[in-house]
């Protein structure tokens, strides 16, 4: 490709079209034109969804395909499996609550969503509910928490791994109210706990706002029950057979 020509498609931002052009077979000129314009688009697309699984932060690569169903898994009456992965909840500014035992799954689902979600186009943020506590923290006493909460305005899901392990201190547990509340039919989250809504206030210690934060997270979620024994245990209970 010429110089001139390659300035042309900086021009007109086509980003690959320098690239493969050279690879595009092609029968006429029309048929070229739609083949090489369609690779553009689609590799423009993964870079997309690149750039979006890079900004999410997973701790973990997982994906959908890796994920194993089981009955295990108990939904609401209103959600499957199929329904679930459509990702309509996201479009829908609902929110996924899962709870259960640890080593079932509920990780693994969520962060798999999450990719997919990237995948799709939609904006992500993971974070474990511990590290997110520290974060909050740090950033109200560097005077930078309005900054921090704008961050949330172009975003399409939220992930909290793990809320009930680590106790919130009362100043951790009131900006992640407040977190929450400017997330409320505005940005949809998945939230995955080892804990019933009842033991909630194991984390946050204020009644009153323990049952609002509850409150705001259910009105428009749907709840998964992961049952059973820890996918990780049973692995290793099979392994000394």
């Known amino acids: 490709m010429t110089a001139e020509l390659k300035q042309i498609c900086k021009s007109l931002r086509l980003a690959h079209v320098a690239d ?12 070229f034109v739609e083949a090489l314009l369609n690779k553009e688009l689609e590799l423009r697309k993964e ?13 973990q690569e997982k994906t959908l395909p890796s994920f194993e169903w089981s009955e295990k898994i108990h939904f609401p009456h209103q959600l499957d499996s199929e329904e ?7 479009e829908r500014k609902e929110n996924l609550i ?8 509920k990780t693994h689902l969520a962060t798999a969503l999450g990719h997919e979600a990237c995948q799709k ?40 791994d793990e809320m009930g392990y ?4 009362k100043e951790g547990a009131e900006l992640l109210f407040q977190l929450i509340s400017d ?19 194991r984390v946050f210690s204020d009644p009153r706002l ?21 996918f990780r245990v049973s692995n290793a209970l099979s392994r000394q057979k």
């Open 98 to 105: 899962f709870t259960g035992s640890t080593g079932l799954g």
């Open 183 to 201: 997330w409320y039919e505005q940005t949809s989250l998945i939230i995955t706990s080892n804990l019933e809504f009842s033991q909630w206030n």
């Open 121 to 160: 186009g939609f904006e992500v943020r993971f974070y474990r509910v511990s590290d997110l506590a520290e974060v909050l923290e740090k950033a109200w006493a560097e005077g930078k928490w309005g900054q921090f909460r704008n961050r949330f305005k172009k975003v399409d899901l939220v992930i909290l």
């Open 210 to 230: 323990t049952a609002a934060l509850v409150d705001r997270v259910i009105h428009h979620a749907h709840i998964l029950n992961f049952t059973g024994d820890s």
């Open 166 to 169: 680590v106790p919130f201190s």
């Open 20 to 31: 493969i052009y050279g690879s595009i077979a092609f029968e006429n000129s029309a048929q």
């Open 84 to 90: 679930l992965v459509k990702l309509h909840f996201i």
């Open 47 to 59: 870079a997309k969804a690149a750039r979006l699984i890079k900004k999410a932060k997973f701790l």
